[in-house]
Nanobody
């Protein structure tokens, strides 16, 4: 049993900053990849940023230079530092992880999501 719990969402003005966190817990052997997706009403869920166990990162073009993803391997935790926020960043942000469990299964896991609203 593995769970992902997100935190840090909320209301922020355009140009402001926000930091999201996601913690994985349960019967974990290793976290191969952790990342963030987002989904706005009427749109498909899209990848925002991801980071591998080795530290390699990947960003959507729309957030490069504004968002930074980082990891805390000891605590199975990933963070997303968001700066220069725009109204179009408004969405529900979902944590995602590819996790090897102690029973040796390898699966994708999803958090319940945290709402980020960018508005004046």
């Amino acid at each position: 049993q593995v769970q992902l719990v997100e935190s840090g969402g909320g209301l922020v003005q355009p140009g402001g900053s926000l930091r999201l966190s996601c913690a994985a817990s349960g019967s974990i052997f290793s976290t191969n990849v952790m990342g963030w997706y987002r989904q706005a009403p009427g749109t498909q869920r899209e990848l925002v940023a991801s980071i591998t166990r080795e530290g390699s990162t990947n960003y959507a073009d729309s957030v490069k230079g504004r968002f930074t993803i980082s990891r805390d391997s000891a605590n199975y935790t990933v963070h997303l530092q968001m700066s220069s926020l725009k109204p179009e960043d408004t969405a529900v942000y979902y944590c995602n992880a590819v996790i090897r469990s102690r029973d040796w299964s390898l699966r994708d896991y999803w958090g319940k999501g945290t709402l980020v609203t960018v508005s004046s």
